[in-house]
């Protein structure tokens, strides 16, 4: 799989929209991106995923680039039940595993 | 979405005994579970991949006699820490994956169990 780059932290004001950056240089065409998140003391939680098209669901929305080495996730009005660290991945689809990075800490402030 | 459970939800126990984790997955049927491990402020590590029916596949470095997994049904699977010491105090996280794997979405987690060693 696929290494992916994120920056280690990040804060946002709560109300406004949270953009995590991921680099993925090395993406091949088969291999999807994934984001999950983790609230601390709990477990992972699916939150998106796509594969070259935008993708958006209740909880975020994805922007991959053209060439695929770069997406972000959008949380659209961040709330402080969003901070977490987020755990972009990149896999193909229907792999056996799910191997996590270090993530981007996110902190939404009042 | 599908739900994994994981019990107990936290542990503490002496060193040297033995402790036993159980994943269910409770609405569904998982050919496939995972065991991660994570210490503090660390990401998750994977330890192993358990079939159902078959030999746990674990990670390298990850000691399959001291990790002992069981994935003897198709909605659960156990983890058992034998013989603890405090250096085996984490957060286990399991995870299913649902059978045939046909959706992106096809693998959930657990809310985690943390172990602590005295």
């Known amino acids: 799989d696929a290494k992916t780059t994120q920056p280690p932290s990040m804060d946002c004001a709560e109300g406004r929209a949270a953009n995590l950056p991921c680099n993925h240089s090395t993406i091949s065409g088969n291999e999807y991106v994934y984001w999950y998140r983790q609230i601390h003391s709990q477990g992972p939680q699916y939150i998106i995923h796509?594969?070259?098209n935008n993708e958006t669901n209740e909880m975020a929305s994805l922007i991959i680039t053209e060439d695929r080495k770069s997406s972000t996730l959008i949380l659209p009005h961040a709330t402080l039940r969003d901070t977490a660290v987020y755990y972009c991945?990149?896999?193909?689809?229907?792999?056996?595993?799910?191997?996590f990075g270090q993530g981007t800490r996110l902190t939404i402030n009042p | 979405g599908a739900v994994v459970s994981q019990h107990p939800s936290w542990v503490i126990c002496k060193s040297g005994t033995s402790v036993k984790i159980e994943c269910r997955s409770l609405?569904?049927?998982?050919?496939?579970m995972f065991w991660y491990r994570q210490f503090p402020k660390q990401s998750l590590m994977l330890m192993a991949t358990s079939n159902e029916g078959s030999k746990a596949t674990y990670e390298q470095g990850v000691e399959k006699d001291k990790f002992l997994i069981n994935h003897a049904s198709l909605t659960l699977s156990t983890l058992t820490v034998t013989s603890a010491h405090p250096e085996d105090s984490s957060f286990y996280i399991c995870s299913a994956r649902t059978s045939g794997g046909s959706g992106y979405n096809e693998q959930f987690f657990g809310p985690g169990t943390r172990l602590t060693v005295l």
């Open positions: 796509g594969l070259k």
């Open positions: 609405d569904f049927q998982a050919t496939t």
């Open positions: 991945i990149v896999r193909v689809n229907g792999a056996q595993k799910l191997v």
